[in-house]
Every structure is written in structure tokens, then in C-alpha cells.
């Protein structure tokens, strides 16, 4: 992704691989730049959102992770060495899950799907989720940005 001859400048790429539901990825990119420029005040970055369905993000969490099944996020890190940008990765957000999700938690699809992304960074810039004391610590952190950007744009309209 870097070009180790100058400096790194910052990337997002943003690709909607899911047809469950239309998504406007304009708005989310918006919402992307909001949470890492804005929010996290994340120096420099190198990321790959992908929105996917129940059936990419089994095939993805069967083969890295060797679970069962679907999940909502996955995050894959690639941040290493002296020329790396503080934040370099990829990030899967399954829109099925989110869903499935937001009618158990009584919240919307679009709601559930920023927090994934959200979770997703959070993972990219450091936090766990695998032990309890770091995942009360992460899970505050997740629900005070989703606060922030909800304050800010209206995820309703990230269906198109």
C-alpha cells in the first residue's frame, strides 16, 4: 500500500461487496473521516472498509479465524515496520449481521453497522476485547464515538 519513497498520505478505500441492502457510501466515507481525522485524530492512515454479506464474511471468518460461521467485524492488521502508517489494515463489516443485530439490541442496521466499524479502528489503534477489564475499556470508547458521530450525521440515511 506505501510507497517508501515519501511520505505516507492518508488512504481510505471503501467498497460496498454486500447487495443485501443499497448503502451510500458516499456518506459512509463522510462518517469514516469524521470517526479517524476528526474524532481519533489519527495521524496517518492506510484502511480498507468492505461492507459484506452473511456469506463473504463466513467464508472470511472460517478461513483467518477458523470459527463457525458469520460474525459482524473483522479486522486484519498490516501496521508494521519503520514506514507504516499509524493505522494500516482492513476492515469487514458484515451488513446481514448488522440486521440480525439491531432487532435484538432494538437499534437500526445502519446504527449497528457504524458501531462495527467503530470496533473495528478501536482493534486498529490498540484495544481488546478478549479480556474483561479491556473489553468495559474498549466497549466505553466504541459507545462514546458512536455517540459522537451519531450526533453529527443521521445513519437513516446511509440506506439509499
Known amino acids: 500500500m506505501a510507497n517508501p519513497g515519501r511520505s505516507v498520505s492518508n488512504?481510505?478505500?471503501?467498497?460496498?461487496?454486500?447487495?443485501?441492502?443499497?448503502?451510500?457510501?458516499?456518506?459512509?466515507?463522510?462518517?469514516?473521516?469524521?470517526?479517524l481525522v476528526e474524532?481519533?485524530?489519527?495521524?496517518?492512515?492506510?484502511?480498507?472498509?468492505?461492507i459484506t454479506g452473511a456469506r463473504e464474511m463466513t467464508r472470511l471468518n472460517e478461513t483467518f479465524l477458523r470459527h463457525r460461521g458469520?460474525?459482524?467485524v473483522l479486522t486484519f492488521d498490516y501496521a508494521e515496520g519503520p514506514r507504516k502508517p499509524a493505522l494500516c489494515g482492513e476492515i469487514f463489516v458484515c451488513?446481514?449481521?448488522?440486521?440480525?443485530?439491531?432487532a435484538r439490541f432494538r437499534t437500526?442496521?445502519?446504527?449497528?453497522?457504524?458501531?462495527?466499524?467503530?470496533?473495528?479502528?478501536?482493534?486498529?489503534?490498540?484495544?481488546?476485547?478478549?479480556?474483561?477489564?479491556?473489553?468495559?475499556?474498549?466497549?466505553?470508547?466504541?459507545?462514546?464515538l458512536l455517540k459522537e458521530l451519531a450526533r453529527r450525521f443521521d445513519f437513516g440515511k446511509l440506506q439509499k
Not at 11 to 35: C, G, H
Not at 41 to 49: A, D, H, M, P, V
Not at 116 to 134: E, I, K, M, T
Open 108 to 144: 437500526s442496521w445502519q446504527s449497528e453497522l457504524v458501531r462495527y466499524v467503530v470496533h473495528g479502528v478501536l482493534h486498529l489503534n490498540g484495544y481488546d476485547d478478549q479480556r474483561s477489564a479491556s473489553r468495559g475499556k474498549m466497549k466505553r470508547e466504541e459507545n462514546r
Open 11 to 35: 488512504t481510505l478505500l471503501v467498497r460496498n461487496r454486500q447487495r443485501t441492502v443499497r448503502i451510500d457510501t458516499r456518506l459512509w466515507r463522510r462518517i469514516l473521516e469524521a470517526l
Open 70 to 72: 458469520s460474525t459482524d
Open 39 to 50: 474524532l481519533l485524530r489519527t495521524g496517518s492512515f492506510e484502511l480498507e472498509i468492505n
Open 95 to 102: 451488513a446481514d449481521e448488522a440486521r440480525i443485530q439491531a
